[in-house]
């Protein structure tokens, strides 16, 4: 590999990208490096490759570099070394260990472009994953396999949540082996920190493989972090059997990375400035989630984006949630009010939801307890809207029961602790409480067999009931 | 033709151009060492620039470039059905066999089996003048369809051989007098639409299952439909209830730049459900396309050509096929994306000024047609749009409404409220209703179209009412409005929303859906007598009938209950209206 010619020959240094001319035939997407004047290493990948101009985005970004440093391309694209011994590790975001620990001697090096499942080879996920909080594990299941985004925005408490969910993830009744990959893209220190601190605490770090690309880090080495985490957790899942949760944050700052070498690239724009093909780049990222037929590990996605000015149809969530298996959004409205977590289940989706609930996966009764609480709460929710404008005075008792209703499933279903672990069943029986307290005639997303069997009423659970 | 040879001299993405080939447009190239198929989507000059089907990291300048000098072609012939293909027609089961779980680049595959041997029963014979898109006999490729062997569309001539029996795709069953060999599979090139002789009227309706489509909306065999809305609003699941209720006898299902799982869902689904028309499982009369969103998008913008061909291909055999590409905004993506890359001159958003015109070529492949055989064939198309933020204003859901005639208008506001499925009923058109007016009179009851209108007209009148209600509250409402909203309320919940996920609510025939219309009016008349002998509006929607057939729908013998619930109806707004009457009687003694 160093015996690779070197050039001297860039004609240009535009934002992340060097023009390099006259070398022999280069070939797409191949490894560069590069060496400055100040005896200092960069890398890069080449985005375009002719006879005359070779373009290569460079990783690090481009500060100190000037038409004498030197460039060497390597004949090959990038590759992650894997190995078992990555769990533990803390690497950059561009994929060197950080924490003073040795270098990976590698099983094996995987492009870190990864390949695309054959949709014949993928089984459809169905495990449903316990996260211990009852937003999602009522009303959003997650499931094995699933690539399930937090839609969050600035000064939201999605750290908390996505650390909680690293820390309390399971699928029940089985002894299999759990693994985290988590990849921060542009955060904080701070927040890095956070993060790091947390997976001391709980002892997570032994199964987990973090790579940090940080705020101060190059920009446009957010484009190869996820990937670089996403081929640990295939090599995790697929070789080893491991069920991979991954962690990434924040999508916003890897898109803001592929708007920047857009726009040094001169390619025309699409909504907001963002790169045309942003969705194909980010299928390349959360398509990478699945469960493969006769393999025993699956690679989960949990990743938090930023909503830029709390927009839901900002290009970013939008095409994430156009891919995505649906979403959990974090209502800065909930957060004002003080609770956490602030998840608000009116525009949270989870399309899998429905292959991993009910009999023999959490409960038979869960589908309609999580209908019927969703319709309760939008109701009463309206019903705010009503009073603000026509007082309570003008409402029926009914809907008096059911505005006291939404305030009640703030209070007692959405909120609990940093640390409270909620199993299936508590987070049913408390929607079970919450619904005893309105008049039976208005759940009529409950079958009869259904009330006859899980009404607190007709367990004789009436003293469990709220009061 | 002769092979050319020459070599590449760029690479950028998914885009190579070569020079020292002389190709025409849209031939397909082998690119580099390892062969990576292309197309050639542009010539300047001496340069030949091509679109590649898979990745080309590693793929260098200098290496080698060589013209096949034919264009795109799909194989054509019995083994399509129950298929799962790539977007240039590659099985995935047979990628898999090749290169395991991941789709690694590089690997041709057939897209017909070349060792399957079929039985044929030969009908036309020796001596018969032929020409193309003729049947020369059968085979049974799956329990539900019959195959049509067809002349290719370019062959003519007197048979002069022609036996039934076992053969393989590319075994000899026949020749033509001009020495043309007849197989069981012919090639056709995807972007040249197939011939047929005749376009006909759409005026036989493609019937869905689904009540609001049907009953509001509906798409003609032979029609376009397009159902845009944002994400999460219910576009996959409506094409998914499409391709398992409709009428048609083959259903072609393109999973275009979208998820893998949801391909995975269709192919484990589908094996396991019947087809209400036929009793054979579902996937006896299914192929599926999937270039999802991480496989190339060289391959996800020929994926829908692919489609439609193998869609006409059956359509000339004589058969009403439904075709469903899930999403047609990745697909314009993808020629945004080639285009970029290729410096065009960007139109509107970034994509070509070409994109209407694609559109409507695609959507022009739809019709009802007497195929060269003389039978009749149909190729319905019901296009998913994806508009970015959900806005319509944008560039593919405006080029496509342009073209389609049934727009079934995705509403995230009613997919919020969990109204599924959440079509817009007041945005929503269908310009079929005028010519299928007749079959449906004819076919499924004489006041069809009257039900149908004032249904429709009930809902127009309650969006009216809704702005006033808004301003002063329902009470404030004379009574017979106040019985408006409560009959438009029915229809929302017990007609318009149906279950995609429920065993008995997923699929609803005609005559179900125009029992449900019938009885809710029904129940209207009754209400209006009551309201004039001075019921209250709350009595009158108290009586327990009422909850009975909204629970109908969800039972297995909907058809046998509902007569009962329209008799209790009855005796019970009688009831109510005795009662009335009675109370009246005593204020005024
Ligand atoms: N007809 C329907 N019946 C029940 N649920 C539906 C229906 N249509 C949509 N949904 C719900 O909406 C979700 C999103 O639908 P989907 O078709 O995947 O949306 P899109 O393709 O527009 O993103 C589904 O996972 C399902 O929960
Ligand atoms: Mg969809």
Known sequence: MSSAKEYKTITEVKGPLVFVEKTEPVGYGELVTLRLPDGSAKRGQVLDTSDETVVVQVFEGTTGIDRETGVKFLGETLKLPVSEDMLGRIFSGGGKPIDGGPEIVPDEYRDILGAAINPYSRQSPHDPIQTGISTIDANNTLVRGQKLPIFSASGLPHNDIALQIARQAKVRGEGEEFAVVFAAMGITNEEARYFMKDFERTGALKNAVIFLNLADDPAVERIITPRLALTAAEYLAYDLGKHVLVVFTDVTNYCEALRQIGAAREEVPGRRGFPGYMYTDLASLYERAGVIKGKPGSVTQFPILTMPGDDITHPIPDLSGYITEGQIVISRELHRKGIYPPINVLPSLSRLMNAGIGKGKTREDHKQVSDQLYAMYAEGRDLRGLVAIVGKGALSERDIKILEFADLFEERFVRQGRDEDRGFEDSLEIGWELLATLPENVLSRIDRKTMAKWHPKNRGKEEAMVQ | MERQLGQIYRVSGPVVTAVGIKPRMYDIVKVGHEGLMGEVIQIEREKSIIQVYEDTSGIKPGEPVENTGLPLVVELGPGLLKSIYDGIQRPLPVLQDKMGDFIERGVTANGLDREKKWEFTATAKVGDAVSGGMVLGTVQESASVEHKILVPPNAKGTLKALSSGTYTVEETIGTLDDGTELQLMHKWPVRVPRPSKEKLLPDIPLVTGQRILDGLFPLAKGGTAAIPGPFGSGKTVTQQALAKWSDAQVVVYIGCGERGNEMTEVLTEFPELEDPQ??????????????????????????????????????????????????????????????????????????????????????????????????????????????????????????????????????AKLAQRRHFPAINWLNSYSLYNASLAPWFRENVAEDWNEVRNECMEILQKESELQEIVQLVGSDALPREEQLVLEVARMLREIFLQQNAFHDVDTYAPLSKQYQIMKTILGFSEKAKEAMSAGAPVAKIIAIPARDELAKARFEEDFDTLIGDIQKQMDTQLEGVIKESRTQLGEVTA
């Open chain 2, 278 to 411: 036929s009793g054979n499982p579902l996937m006896d009369r299914t192929v599926l396309i999937a270039n999802t969103s991480n496989m190339p998008v060289a391959a996800r913008e020929a994926s829908v050509y692919t489609g439609v061909t193998l869609a006409e291909y059956y359509r000339d055999q004589g058969y009403d096929v439904a075709l469903m590409a899930d999403s047609t905004s990745r697909w314009a993506e993808a020629m945004r994306e080639i285009s970029s890359r290729l410096e065009e001159m960007p139109g509107e958003e970034g994509y070509p000024a070409y994109l209407a015109a694609r559109l409507s070529e695609f959507y022009e492949r739809a019709g009802r047609v007497i195929t060269k055989s003389g039978s009749e064939g149909s190729v319905s198309v019901i296009g998913a749009v994806s508009p970015p933020g959900g806005d319509f204003s944008e560039p593919v859901t405006q080029n496509t409404l342009r073209i389609v005639k049934v727009f079934w208008a995705l509403d």
